[in-house]
């Protein structure tokens, strides 16, 4: 099966161009990636002369949500002095690298007696290719994991087949796979990451006037536009102020942009007329996407569901107020005294999201545009809630989300489980 993975892989591009996205999620579950079922080792089954540790596996040698995500778990094990190893599977997702920050790290082999997965599921069949499953039966396997609706789908029932245990990355995604998973699933919330410095004179190296104030809407397109739902923020954004209020200015930064150009030419004509639109879709590294957020004075975030919403809680930890629709992930951080939240009506997915078909009974949020709106003005006038979405952002976002208290978590369930002294 890898040898013929490695045979179809140059098509791949060309074939996910041609078809639409959820045809492409279908076919690359059913005909690329589809696993073998195989019985799940017996409980006792793995290695114990094997040294305990994690042995990482990921794309954190890329520079989407999927590749950020390992690497913040690979500082929450190096917080928590956890013996690990990353096993980087990039090559095998089509994704060219651009972070080689654990690479030092890095291994062909399985050193450890953890497996720690952090891709999602319906990436598993990637790694059933990717690694030696020999290896893989003589350890304990964890999966980390997000998932952005309240049901996990039926289609991916055979993902849990070769784990012991799962992750989550927040209380909505573990209440979405407990209803399914026929193994234990716990939550191990994300963290702010190393927020380090950001580019001294930030608004003159991106070329943004001082006297603006921002707003900034970023997404993944490859994440599903119509769920992270960027429309709606201009909409409010459009509702909140006039072409003629050139005090305020609106930051688009798209990821992976290259098969949505019809998306992003409607998005930017409906803005057309407004004088202050900063639009980035080339690659930001980690401290120039750090940089525009904290020189932004609000980040928008009306997504119709997150699993956990990273980027929101990084400029909560920077001091840059936020406004989101008040559903899924995001709550687990949000309330409304740390968030301009905002109101929702639950309205069928309609086949709009990956694994969901338009007969099937899945709900996502309806962001409320006018409250947004509402939010957008107060923001602008009324500086002691400002202050105060700041200043409790901060908190919130610095005291409970960091990589101490993530590795805590991972520490204390791998001690539990017997597999770490």
């Known amino acids: 099966m890898r040898h013929l993975y490695k045979i179809l892989r140059p098509i791949k591009p060309l074939i996910k161009a041609i078809l639409p996205s959820k045809a492409w999620d279908r076919l690359r579950w059913y005909v690329f990636f589809k696993p073998k079922k195989t019985k799940a080792p017996p409980s006792g089954f793995y ?204 930051v688009l930064k798209l990821s992976y942009p290259e098969n949505y150009r019809s998306h992003i030419k409607e998005l930017l004509e409906t803005l057309s007329e407004y004088p202050n639109i900063f639009y980035f879709d080339k690659y930001l590294s980690d401290v120039e996407i750090r940089t525009l957020v904290n020189i932004s004075d609000t980040f928008v975030s009306l997504h119709r569901s997150e699993g956990f919403g990273l980027i929101p809680l990084e400029a909560m930890a920077l001091g840059t107020p936020v406004i989101a629709t008040a559903w899924s992930g995001n709550m687990d951080y949000m309330n409304h005294k740390n968030a301009a939240l905002v109101d929702y009506t639950l309205v069928p997915v309609n086949g709009q999201y990956v694994a969901t078909t338009p007969e099937e009974d899945y709900m996502w949020a309806e962001p409320d545009i006018a409250e947004a709106a509402e939010h957008m003005r107060r923001l602008v006038s009324d500086k002691v809630w400002r202050e105060e979405l700041i200043n409790n952002g901060k908190a919130t976002a610095n005291t409970f989300f960091s990589a101490e208290n993530m590795g805590k978590i991972i520490r204390k369930r791998l001690q539990a489980l017997g597999l770490l002294d």
């Open 47 to 250: 290695d114990a002369s094997l040294p305990q540790g994690v042995n990482l596996i990921g794309i954190l040698r890329a520079g989407n949500s999927i590749g950020v995500l390992g690497r913040l778990v690979a500082q929450a094990l190096t917080a928590a002095e956890i013996p690990f190893c990353v096993i980087d599977i990039s090559e095998y997702f089509i994704i060219t690298p651009c972070n080689a920050e654990y690479e030092h790290k890095e291994s062909v082999k399985q050193k450890y007696n953890v497996n720690l997965i952090a891709v999602n599921a319906d990436s598993l069949p990637v790694v059933s290719i990717s690694l030696d499953q020999a290896d893989m039966r003589k350890r304990f396997n964890i999966g980390y994991w997000a998932w952005e609706l309240a049901e996990f789908p039926d289609i991916w029932q055979s993902a849990f087949e070769m784990y012991k245990e799962i992750w989550t990355l927040s209380t909505f995604c573990t209440s979405s796979v407990e209803k399914k998973s026929p193994v234990p699933v716990l939550t191990v919330p994300l963290h702010t990451g190393k927020l380090g410095s950001c580019i001294n004179n930030g608004r003159e190296y991106f070329s943004i006037p001082h006297n603006v104030f921002l707003f900034m809407i970023a997404y993944d397109c490859n994440s599903y536009v119509e769920r992270k739902n960027p429309q709606a923020s201009v909409r409010a954004f459009m509702d909140a102020f006039s072409p003629e209020d050139r005090h305020v200015g609106l």
